[in-house]
């Protein structure tokens, strides 16, 4: 790797950004986005993410007149000079559930039009075991017209990153690391050593270090699988589901899972990328397959438990007022991305009630675009037949339910978040 280290990192991002900032305090960092405006807004210290440390982003701007420090740009001619390259765009799935690599390999076929012999390209982006080698380097080399191995390298360490949380941070999270040669993966292990205060822990293949990002999601997602069946079940029996959990939970080993929605850019995602890839090898992965589906169905479970309960209360479903606070794909963050709450509100709509969704976090321009609906804002909250909280927002402890509950509303609570003697049933 040379020496004189020069990082571009592409896609300013959840990933991206705090990644820039933190190599940025030690090297000469330029962060690329495809998006002018994307870029513009953060030269002007906003992060629609809020993800980024903006102090720190600022000192790093400021710094890049010396040998480090930060320049952000749109113009790929920008990043040409370059000898280490870091991926961070997005990798989701299609409606089909199938990877959908086009981010991916548009960012490899960008590369490589600007490769050069020596350089290192460093993928973060979440895929299936074998993706990085099987499918964005051979990108790489037929773009650029140099060898895998021989002329540039390559390299994986997954991202880690958990939108919201200000205390497991960047440097604060083990980070793993791998390299296409035993000396290249040294080399990268080293260069994420000198920002990962946590430390790092360098996997033999690019192919495991690859397979140990697709399976922490899948795990995690077959383990909320698990208990939101277990709501399922307990709904039938009338018992409280929370109620259960607090108590299997005195035991030392019970690992206390919440049911709920599971959206994201992750645990909703990484699944189908790792059954996609067994799939396509002969083997179709039952547990995990079994998983998605419960958690893909809680929406509509949700959705049919409160119009139930409208029915119960004598409320005419047809024209009925419901209310949906959040709409983000977990609390106090405004990532709305492959957020499950869509299924809430289009399971709702199907009965043709008139559905509310209000999220404080969550950017309405972007719900607009890609959801076809817009947000209400607070000061457009009424009356209503039903309130579901969908996302545990610390603003919406704030909220006077108690007015609902004297209204007639019925109030449903997916996250366990409000008083319980405040609503009529809780997932």
Excluded at 276 to 283: C, D, F, I, P, R
Aim: hydrophobic fraction near 40%.
């Amino acid at each position: 790797m040379n020496e004189e280290k020069q990082i571009a990192v592409i896609g300013l991002g959840y990933v991206g950004l705090p990644l820039a900032i933190e190599f940025a305090k030690q090297y000469p960092v330029y962060g690329f986005d495809i998006s002018a405006q994307r870029v513009e807004e953060l030269s002007r210290l906003q992060d629609a993410t809020h993800e980024a440390d903006l102090h720190a982003l600022a000192q790093v701007m400021e710094a890049r007149a010396t040998t480090l420090g930060l320049t952000l740009t749109a113009k790929l001619s920008d990043i040409a000079t370059c000898s280490i390259y870091i991926v961070t765009v997005p990798t989701p799935i299609d409606q089909q559930k199938s990877p959908d690599l086009k981010p991916l390999l548009e960012a490899s076929k960008m590369i490589g039009g600007i490769l050069k012999r020596g350089d290192v390209v460093i993928y973060e982006s979440t895929v299936y075991p074998g993706c990085t080698e099987e499918d964005c380097v051979p990108v790489l080399e037929e773009i650029s017209g140099l060898k895998y191995n021989i002329d540039f390298f390559c390299g994986y360490s997954p991202e880690r990153i958990n939108p919201g949380d200000k205390v497991n941070t960047l440097t604060k999270i083990k980070k793993v690391t791998s390299g296409s040669t035993p000396e290249m993966a040294i080399a990268i292990n080293d260069l994420y050593a000198s920002i990962i205060t946590a430390g790092t822990h360098l996997a033999p293949s690019i192919k495991v270090a690859e397979a140990s990002k697709a399976i922490e999601n899948a795990q995690r997602d077959v383990n909320i699988s698990f208990v939101n069946e277990l709501a399922l079940i307990f709904d039938r029996m009338e018992i409280d589901t929370t109620d259960v959990l607090a108590a299997a939970a005195t035991k030392w080993n019970f690992l206390n899972y919440k049911p709920g929605l599971v959206g994201g850019h992750c645990i909703g995602v990484d699944p189908y990328y790792l059954a996609h890839k067994s799939e396509s090898l002969g083997y179709k992965p039952e547990v995990i397959l079994s998983g998605r589906r419960v958690n893909d169905n809680m929406g509509m479970f949700v959705a049919n438990k409160v119009i139930k309960m409208m029915v119960v209360k004598n409320k005419v479903i047809n024209g009925a007022r419901v209310l949906i606070l959040g709409f983000a794909f977990k609390e106090n963050c405004p990532d709305t991305r492959n957020t499950r709450v869509i299924d809430i509100y289009r399971e709702l709509k199907s009965f043709s009630l008139n559905v509310d969704v209000y999220d404080p976090w969550a950017n309405d321009i972007e719900v607009k675009k890609e959801y076809g609906f817009e947000l209400i804002p607070a000061d457009a909250i009424k009356s209503y037949d039903a309130v579901i909280l969908a996302v545990a927002h610390q603003q919406f402890l704030e909220i006077d339910y108690a007015k609902f509950k004297q209204e007639g509303a019925v109030i449903f609570d997916t996250k366990s978040f409000i008083p319980r003697e405040l609503v009529d049933a809780r997932l």
